[in-house]
């Protein structure tokens, strides 16, 4: 029995027409494997894969602040305070930093913060008044000499005060927040440029 070859209108043994039905199906199979095992190579560089959404940890910034006294000093409503049955009135404030026992409730919740690398780190500020979150390589004192511990400098990351672009990019207003992202792997230390005792320590794995 013969075959047909329909590419070239001859007839071929059914041998040989056998062999080239086969290398065709053979060559066919062969590119549909090599697709997939492409295709596969792409999904498994990240091309198509889905990955896990980086996770998110929560700091929140806390004051006490006295919009009375603050306010008066200061400016009209730069203190809108939120503390529920407390007040610290702006001369205490400074006492207690000058007698090296700064006020508690001026504070980063929680002080230490592990995550992993690549996680999101979300500040917020539910206090009354304004701060910063600044990364320094050491704790230390403020841009407000008059809230620094005794015998604490300013730390060279906050030199300069909101005059100090790096610094004033730091900052969080009352009910806003800030994302910190793309922390590379050990310890990070934040601090408030203003009141120098709100400190976090953040550990990414």
């Known amino acids: 029995m013969n075959v047909k070859d329909k590419r070239q209108g001859r007839t071929i043994p059914e041998q040989e027409g056998r062999g080239t039905m086969m290398k065709t199906t053979v ?22 894969q889905e990955e896990d959404p980086p996770s998110i940890a929560q700091v929140v910034a806390l004051d006490e602040c006295d919009p009375g006294t603050f306010n008066a000093a200061l400016g009209p409503d730069f203190c ?96 806003s927040q800030r994302q910190i992202t793309g922390l590379s792997k050990g310890e990070h230390l934040f601090e408030c440029c203003i009141h120098p005792w709100m400190r976090v320590k953040v550990e990414v794995k």
């Open 27 to 48: 060559a066919k199979f062969g590119l549909l494997a090599g697709g997939l095992v492409f295709a596969g190579g792409l999904m498994f560089a990240g091309g198509t």
């Open 80 to 175: 809108k305070n939120v503390a529920l049955g407390a007040a610290t009135k702006l001369t205490d404030l400074f006492a207690k930093a000058k007698a090296g026992t700064p006020d508690p409730g001026w504070d980063f919740e929680p002080d230490t913060v592990n995550i992993k690398q690549g996680a999101t780190l979300n500040v917020f500020d539910q206090g009354g008044e304004p701060h910063t979150f600044t990364e320094v390589a050491q704790f230390g004192g403020g841009f407000l000499p008059v809230l620094n511990a005794p015998g604490e400098d300013t730390v060279p990351e906050c030199g300069g005060g909101f005059s100090n672009l790096a610094v004033a990019k730091t900052r969080i207003l009352q009910g």
